[in-house]
């Protein structure tokens, strides 16, 4: 009884093997339908479906079929990388060289698929296939099944491991989970391959979102010691100090600086620009001392665009700092309602202060545009931004000015980029 009933046992065992035998012999002779048949067969029992030989054929089978038109729309791979996944856990070395072609395969498709889930915005979806381009990168102790890989192969891994894990925390950084976010980002900006100023951007903002103060406070310390001239990461700063109430903090840290580098303009333009921050308005009024503040700040502008008189981004800025001081005083003169001849001075002397505040913005957003207008075709992120607002500012000014020709021309060139 005991000897009958163990035959009973064993046989179907032995049927799930023939099948494996089977489809591997349609696989030989190109019969992909049936050979995925046979596999599917073999794989009904969960005995077989664990053995290295039914993982192997599977995996084969199912990346074959991956090339076939009949089934490419339905990423068999996906199943062939899960097999092959499960037979690295099983039998780690089994037919090793071939399987490691297989995974690096699976990989690299996983991976593109990852990168058009992230660009239609399908956030969860991308974590989800680039957390399985980790998984296989990471294989082996350490991540080092691939170790041996000639070295321009390598690289070529290591770079889309280090791109998946970027459009993993971009992701869980823009469906807005700070939390979870952050660690990823930490793991980004840690590997030399995707160390760039937008990954510090995101992870300054989640650390300021979530209260980690003092992380944030680091994390601005170290990327601007990496990307001192990138404006964002600046701006980031700034705020940080405006925030904590330490601008002084700041402005200190700047001008003592810039007296070890004179010949700095990146330095000069940030002391402009922390300058012009001190001279904001708080609490709805301005400080006592933003005439100061104004006057450091256009000392440091001049320093600034003449060590670097092509840079589009400090003429600009330079002149916002006579344009807003412009507006400021046409607000002044949109409130005279009098018509007595006190208001009529007050007016007349507004007007005439209004229009040298905004004689002297022109020369600097005239030097942008200049800068900026001859590519204004291929002009991206912040330049186009910066190109835009010079039009905006030299189409008020002409107006103003009388100087309706140039108000006019500017116009049109806003006009052309909408």
């Known amino acids: 009884m005991f000897i009958v009933a163990t035959v009973g046992i064993t046989l179907p065992g032995i049927a799930q093997d023939k099948y494996v035998v089977s489809a591997n012999l349609e696989l030989k002779h190109q019969n992909y339908d049936e050979a995925k048949a046979q596999i599917d067969k073999a794989m009904e029992n969960p005995t077989t479906s664990k053995k290295p030989k039914a993982l192997f054929a599977k995996a084969q089978i199912y990346f074959t079929l991956q090339n076939q038109d009949k089934y490419k729309s339905q990423n068999p791979y996906e199943e062939g990388l899960k097999a092959a996944m499960e037979l690295v856990k099983t039998k780690a070395d089994y037919e090793k060289e071939f399987v490691d072609q297989l995974l690096l395969q699976g990989g690299f498709l996983t ?11 399908d956030y969860d979806k991308a974590v989800a296939l680039m957390k399985r381009v980790s998984e296989i990168y990471e294989l082996g102790a350490g991540g080092k099944r691939f170790s041996k890989l000639p070295e321009n192969f390598r690289k070529q891994l290591d770079t889309v491991a280090a791109d998946a894990y970027l459009t993993m925390a971009n992701s869980v950084y823009y469906s807005g989970d700070m939390k979870a976010a952050i660690p990823l980002l930490v793991t980004v900006k ?25 992380k944030e406070k680091a994390t601005i310390d170290e990327a601007r ?9 600046r701006n980031y700063e700034l705020n940080y100090y405006i925030k904590a109430g330490k601008l002084n903090e700041l402005i200190s840290k700047l001008e003592e600086a810039a007296a070890k580098d004179p010949g700095n303009a990146d330095i000069q333009f940030n002391i402009a620009t922390t300058y012009l921050s001190m001279a904001g308005t708080k609490d709805g009024k301005k400080p006592a001392n933003a005439p100061e503040m104004y006057s450091k700040s256009e000392k440091a ?15 600009y800025n330079f002149g916002a700092l006579y344009f807003n001081q412009a507006t400021d005083v046409n607000d002044e003169i949109n409130a005279i309602t009098g018509s007595s001849k006190a208001d009529q001075d007050k007016y007349d002397n507004l007007k005439a202060k209004r229009n040298s505040l905004f004689s002297k913005a022109t020369p600097y957003f005239e030097k ?51």
């Open 368 to 418: 942008a545009y200049s800068v900026l207008d001859p590519k204004a075709s291929t002009l991206k992120g912040e330049e186009l931004q910066t190109y835009k607002s010079t039009l905006v500012a030299l189409n008020r000014i002409y107006a103003i000015l009388s100087q309706l020709d140039k108000a006019t021309a500017m116009k049109a060139k806003l006009d052309a980029l909408k």
């Open 225 to 233: 010691k990496l990307f001192p001239q990138d404006v964002t990461i």
């Open 190 to 214: 840690n590997n030399p391959i995707r160390r760039v100023p937008s990954v510090y951007q995101c992870l300054i903002d989640a650390y300021n979102k979530e209260n980690e103060t003092a």
């Open 111 to 121: 991976y593109n698929d990852g990168v058009k889930a992230y660009n239609n915005k």
């Open 301 to 315: 502008f001049m320093q600034a665009v003449k060590l670097a008189p092509e840079n589009a981004g400090y003429n």
